[in-house]
């Protein structure tokens, strides 16, 4: 489970793999944070769009 700050700030989140392609896209979440079970071990990039039009990039490191 992925779990943001500040999540009722946050419009929509997008988790990109090492190729660029997006692997997960949401648009609503709760404070129970956001499910990966279904993506692979690795690293991604998850992208947060804030509901102020702001956009902030993380590296994040999932393991199993």
Known sequence: TLF???S??????YIY???GKVAKAVQSF???GIDVSDLHQGT???RLIYKN???VVHNVVINK
Not at 8 to 13: D, F, I, S
């Open 4 to 6: 943001v700050k500040e």
């Open 17 to 19: 793999d090492k190729s």
């Open 8 to 13: 009722q700030e946050v419009e929509r989140v």
């Open 44 to 46: 991604y990039l998850v």
């Open 53 to 55: 039009g702001k956009m």
């Open 30 to 32: 709760d404070f129970n």
